[in-house]
């Protein structure tokens, strides 16, 4: 280089404003945990802010809603700025259509300097960001991942409406699963908008680890990770499940994921009583995200009953932890699970869900678990997600944003 010659500056970083409603915190470490984790790696590109509208319900003694109360308005998780302004929703989806003008003004109240703006589902945090967007000239991209799309979508014609408009109002929308992309797309979304990519794994924290569990050694145990919740098919499971003892099977559950935001599972844990399997069922409060391979590594089957579902990320990191699957065909587990991992059932079918783990354990040995986890964590890894969503960013950069002054 000579002397007079000018060394080039390094491009500065995007400046990236990151919205959900669904994110870790004090009442749940787990609710939300893969934006928090999708945000850790993308990181590594750019600069992202989170905010977080919390739901502002000063009534005590509703359980987690007034819960709430007790969230701080900003803190720092793993190195992200996470800010919690308040906004006005009720429970029980009770004017959940006004709801998008209180997370708008949430948004405002913060009032953070950003390049780029990307908010996980549709509504109300897409029709939020779409409209503080507009406003400041901003570009939005959304991030869908089921219940926004395979919900509230086919819900009332007025949240329908409210979902379109968020939808086609972002520069970009990615859609975590192929079923997914198809519903964004009847919902109006042009192709030159739309992106499929799923979520993401983090392959050196789930990984098989052989040592943590000889297979059948005390009997079969089957493993399931997620919210106590009838949508997620749990009746349908416990039933299965003492289907399965009945038949003189050696099998024990788990069921990783009360905890205070999900309640204790209250209503499972009778039902297994009744079913006389109680002493066949363990289930176990929720644990930090951290420590959920030991759950899983110390399984000998994942399976996942639920009624709907986008891209589960449990089922991601259950393959990545080298289990094989039984889940149902609810949406996204038909892209994730073939004969080389697993099986697929229709949802709220005991006897076909009890048959589907009985063919399971007893192929168990042809499975290989080792190509399970390599698989997963090739296809899934968190860092390849990221620089995915990237050159998302990049492209929708590239593009003209109009400022607007009207709400």
Not at 188 to 217: K, T, W
């Given at each position: 280089?000579?002397?007079?010659?000018?060394?080039?500056?390094?491009?500065?970083?995007?400046?990236?404003?990151?919205?959900?409603?669904?994110?870790?915190?004090?009442?749940?470490?787990?609710?939300?945990?893969?934006?928090?984790?999708?945000?850790?790696?993308?990181?590594?590109?750019?600069?992202?802010?989170?905010?977080?509208?919390?739901?502002?319900?000063?009534?005590?003694?509703?359980?987690?809603?007034?819960?709430?109360?007790?969230?701080?308005?900003?803190?720092?998780?793993?190195?992200?700025?996470?800010?919690?302004?308040?906004?006005?929703?009720?429970?029980?989806?009770?004017?959940?259509?006004?709801?998008?003008?209180?997370?708008?003004?949430?948004?405002?109240?913060?009032?953070?300097?950003?390049?780029?703006?990307?908010?996980?589902?549709?509504?109300?945090?897409?029709?939020?960001?779409?409209?503080?967007?507009?406003?400041?000239?901003?570009?939005?991209?959304?991030?869908?991942?089921?219940?926004?799309?395979?919900?509230?979508?086919?819900?009332?014609?007025?949240?329908?409406?409210?979902?379109?408009?968020?939808?086609?109002?972002?520069?970009?929308?990615?859609?975590?699963?192929?079923?997914?992309?198809?519903?964004?797309?009847?919902?109006?979304?042009?192709?030159?908008?739309?992106?499929?990519?799923?979520?993401?794994?983090?392959?050196?924290?789930?990984?098989?680890?052989?040592?943590?569990?000889?297979?059948?050694?005390?009997?079969?145990?089957?493993?399931?990770?997620?919210?106590?919740?009838?949508?997620?098919?749990?009746?349908?499971?416990?039933?299965?499940?003492?289907?399965?003892?009945?038949?003189?099977?050696?099998?024990r559950l788990d069921l990783v994921g009360g905890g205070?935001?999900?309640?204790?599972?209250?209503?499972?844990?009778?039902?297994?009583?009744?079913?006389?399997?109680?002493?066949?069922?363990?289930?176990?409060?929720?644990?930090?995200?951290?420590?959920?391979?030991?759950?899983?590594?110390?399984?000998?089957?994942?399976?996942?009953?639920?009624?709907?579902?986008?891209?589960?990320?449990?089922?991601?990191?259950?393959?990545?932890?080298?289990?094989?699957?039984?889940?149902?065909?609810?949406?996204?587990?038909?892209?994730?699970?073939?004969?080389?991992?697993?099986?697929?059932?229709?949802?709220?079918?005991?006897?076909?869900?009890?048959?589907?783990?009985?063919?399971?354990?007893?192929?168990?040995?042809?499975?290989?678990?080792?190509?399970?986890?390599?698989?997963?964590?090739?296809?899934?890894?968190?860092?390849?997600?990221?620089?995915?969503?990237?050159?998302?960013y990049k492209s929708v950069m590239a593009e003209p944003?109009?400022?607007?002054?009207?709400?």
């Amino acid at each position: 280089m000579s002397d007079s010659a000018t060394p080039s500056k390094a491009a500065p970083r995007l400046q990236v404003l990151v919205a959900s409603h669904l994110y870790p915190s004090e009442l749940s470490r787990t609710s939300g945990s893969f934006v928090h984790n999708q945000i850790r790696f993308l990181a590594e590109h750019c600069d992202p802010v989170v905010v977080s509208p919390t739901p502002y319900f000063p009534f005590p003694g509703f359980g987690r809603w007034s819960r709430y109360r007790e969230l701080a308005r900003r803190e720092s998780a793993d190195g992200l700025d996470v800010h919690r302004p308040r906004y006005l929703t009720l429970p029980r989806r009770i004017a959940l259509g006004r709801a998008w003008k209180s997370y708008d003004r949430a948004l405002e109240s913060v009032n953070l300097e950003a390049d780029l703006i990307h908010v996980h589902c549709a509504y109300p945090d897409g029709l939020a960001g779409v409209t503080y967007g507009k406003r400041h000239g901003i570009p939005v991209v959304i991030t869908v991942h089921g219940h926004d799309l395979k919900d509230l979508a086919i819900g009332k014609p007025r949240w329908r409406s409210l979902v379109e408009r968020a939808l086609i109002g972002a520069n970009a929308v990615i859609a975590v699963s192929e079923e997914l992309q198809e519903r964004a797309r009847d919902l109006g979304v042009e192709d030159r908008c739309l992106h499929r990519i799923p979520n993401g794994i983090e392959g050196e924290l789930f990984r098989f680890d052989p040592s943590e569990r000889v297979p059948g050694e005390g009997g079969w145990r089957i493993v399931y990770v997620g919210r106590y919740d009838e949508a997620k098919g749990l009746v349908i499971l416990l039933d299965a499940v003492a289907a399965l003892v009945a038949e003189g099977r050696d099998l024990r559950l788990d069921l990783v994921g009360g905890g205070k935001a999900t309640g204790t599972g209250d209503v499972f844990r009778a039902q297994a009583a009744r079913l006389g399997i109680a002493d066949r069922v363990d289930f176990v409060d929720e644990v930090p995200w951290r420590e959920v391979p030991k759950h899983l590594n110390k399984a000998d089957l994942f399976v996942l009953p639920s009624f709907s579902e986008g891209l589960p990320l449990s089922l991601l990191e259950a393959l990545a932890c080298g289990l094989p699957i039984v889940a149902t065909r609810c949406g996204g587990p038909e892209e994730v699970v073939d004969d080389e991992v697993g099986r697929l059932v229709e949802p709220r079918d005991v006897p076909g869900l009890a048959g589907a783990i009985a063919d399971v354990l007893d192929s168990h040995s042809c499975y290989d678990r080792e190509a399970i986890a390599a698989r997963a964590c090739r296809e899934y890894d968190y860092r390849s997600v990221a620089r995915r969503i990237v050159d998302v960013y990049k492209s929708v950069m590239a593009e003209p944003v109009a400022a607007s002054t009207s709400r």
